[in-house]
């Protein structure tokens, strides 16, 4: 499974109202964030996060978070070496 598909199967699971943060990791320390706002609808969440998703540079993902409103966090880790 891609990097992609599997943090995708994983947002899936969650309700996107209830993600507040999302943030992309590389190697090098170089990190892509992407927050809510509790005021976006659905339809906007998701047009943001697909166009943020197109911007990540999967191959370098060493690491993806995952915040919710409720303090729930998700860590996703790629072994690199």
Known sequence: MSKRSLV???????DIEE???????YPNG??????FNESQNEEEREEL???????IKWKFLEEFK???Y???KYKIKWDLS
Do not use: C, G, R
């Open 8 to 14: 995708e199967s994983v947002l899936s699971l969650l």
């Open 49 to 55: 996060l697909e166009e943020w998703l197109d911007s």
């Open 66 to 68: 995952i915040e919710l």
């Open 19 to 25: 993600i507040e943060k999302l943030k992309a990791q």
């Open 30 to 35: 170089d990190e892509e964030k992407l927050s």
């Open 70 to 72: 409720n303090e729930i």
